[in-house]
């Protein structure tokens, strides 16, 4: 090839390989338990994959509708109803993504012109901050303080300006485990209220909460939903994270804008997947067990981590768990990550990643969505740390 010396001015020239592909390609060639990229190690449901099957057999195997099968749609309309007690237009208001990560690539990029300013909470989840750079927005960060990983409020009242287009929130949270409560909904309530402000809802894991505790979707506050994208992921749900499957759902002036991206960004997504998923989300015991199965993976997890020289975190969502190693090093988190990965054979993630700025707490993130077997190993492994 001729070498051309190309001069490319990046868009995104902060941005490097996400610490989900390095830890995992690190725990591939070390031959680690990789608890690091959150991804389920055991089988799906034979019964979905029978469907899949079933649809492409049938020969639905072209585009789908843009926004979606017209039953899957009805499908999640259902679902919100049933769950949350409101009534989403399947013409207007439903659109079926590629995974959460394209529903929020599109929503910033439908919504965000530049100069716009949004509200994210770190440590968040890495897909937010880039979406927003890209599209000439600028990012306000409010920091969650450990170990409980609260919203302050009057810090994000002191951080809302005339400029404030979005806030960007996610309950379970992503690295955390944290859970919004009521109180945190009426103060994002009383804060939006009278404003322009759009909320991007990342709602992926709304399934996977733990002791019986209720999720607070912004689609059950009516002030809320109105003003609010909110976006799910099939992939966490039906333990299909390589599907790439998901939804959002919002008001039809919103979601006309997310439309005219979404149309040009994939236009449609997997048809005979849409078609099983339609089927299969129609039971709802096909995830409204996922709060127990998670919690009972945690505690397997915990036993283990309790009894080592680790510091437990709270866990109340997600299938993620925060291990504090301050009691075990001062190494900086990407330094020890690498480590325990090379040396112990276990991967995690390092949470400091999840900050615009350097981070010193000392915290580790595992994910618990694996084999119980899997899971004794990673907890023999803790043991000898
Ligand atoms: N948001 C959060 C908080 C996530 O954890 C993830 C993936 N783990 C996504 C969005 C992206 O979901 P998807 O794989 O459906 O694109
Ligand atoms: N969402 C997954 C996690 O938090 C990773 C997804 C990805 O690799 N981009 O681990």
């Known amino acids: 090839m001729p070498n051309y010396d190309f001069i490319l001015n990046s868009k995104l020239p902060k941005v490097g390989t996400t610490i989900f592909t390095k830890m995992s390609a690190l725990a591939q060639k070390t031959g680690a338990v990789n608890l690091s990229q959150g991804f389920p190690d055991f089988d799906v449901d034979p019964q979905l994959l029978k469907l899949v099957s079933k649809y492409m057999a049938a020969g639905h195997n072209q585009y789908a509708p843009m926004a979606?099968?017209?039953?899957?749609?009805?499908?999640?309309?259902?679902?919100?109803?049933?769950?949350?007690?409101?009534?989403?237009?399947?013409?207007?208001?439903i659109t079926v993504t590629a995974g959460a990560t394209q529903?929020?690539?599109?929503?910033?990029?439908?919504?965000?012109?530049?100069?716009?300013?949004?509200?994210?909470?770190?440590?968040?989840?890495?897909?937010?901050?880039?979406?927003?750079?890209?599209?000439?927005?600028?990012?306000?960060?409010?920091?969650?303080?450990?170990?409980?990983?609260?919203?302050?409020?009057?810090?994000?009242?002191?951080?809302?300006?005339?400029?404030?287009?979005?806030?960007?929130?996610?309950?379970?949270?992503?690295?955390?485990?944290?859970?919004?409560?009521?109180?945190?909904?009426?103060?994002?309530?009383?804060?939006?209220?009278?404003?322009?402000?759009?909320?991007?809802?990342?709602?992926?894991y709304e399934h996977i909460i733990f002791e019986n505790k209720e999720h607070q979707s912004v689609l059950k506050h009516k002030e809320l939903r109105d003003?609010?994208?909110?976006?799910?992921?099939?992939?966490?749900?039906?333990?299909?994270?390589?599907?790439?499957?998901?939804?959002?759902?919002?008001?039809?002036?919103?979601?006309k804008?997310?439309?005219?991206?979404?149309?040009?960004?994939?236009?449609?997504?997997?048809?005979?997947?849409?078609?099983?998923?339609?089927s299969y989300i129609s039971n709802e015991d096909n995830y409204l067990h996922l709060g127990s199965f998670y919690e009972e993976k945690r505690n397997l997890f915990n036993e283990a981590a309790e009894q080592s020289r680790f510091g437990v975190l709270p866990s109340s969502g997600t299938y993620f768990q925060l291990l504090d190693y301050s009691r075990i090093t001062n190494e900086d988190d990407v330094q020890f990550a690498e480590r325990l990965t090379e040396e112990f054979k276990i991967a995690s993630i390092p949470v400091s990643v999840f900050y615009n700025t350097p981070d010193t707490n000392k915290v580790l993130r595992f994910c618990f969505a694996k084999q119980n077997e899997t899971l004794e190993r990673a907890g023999e492994i803790l043991l000898k740390i």
């Open 68 to 93: 979606g099968a017209m039953v899957l749609r009805e499908a999640i309309a259902a679902k919100i109803e049933r769950l949350y007690r409101v009534q989403y237009n399947v013409e207007s208001e």
């Open 103 to 204: 529903a929020i690539f599109s929503a910033i990029s439908a919504l965000i012109v530049e100069g716009d300013e949004v509200i994210i909470f770190t440590p968040a989840y890495d897909c937010y901050e880039p979406a927003i750079d890209i599209n000439g927005g600028k990012t306000i960060f409010v920091k969650l303080k450990s170990p409980n990983y609260k919203v302050d409020w009057s810090e994000v009242k002191r951080l809302v300006s005339r400029k404030t287009k979005m806030i960007n929130l996610n309950t379970p949270h992503n690295p955390t485990g944290s859970i919004w409560d009521k109180h945190d909904l009426e103060e994002l309530a009383h804060l939006t209220k009278g404003t322009g402000i759009i909320l991007l809802s990342d709602e992926v």
């Open 227 to 255: 003003r609010s994208l909110v976006v799910a992921s099939f992939g966490k749900t039906f333990h299909v994270t390589g599907w790439k499957m998901g939804y959002i759902v919002g008001p039809s002036s919103i979601m």
């Open 257 to 278: 804008e997310f439309k005219k991206v979404h149309q040009f960004n994939v236009f449609c997504c997997n048809h005979p997947m849409q078609l099983a998923i339609a």
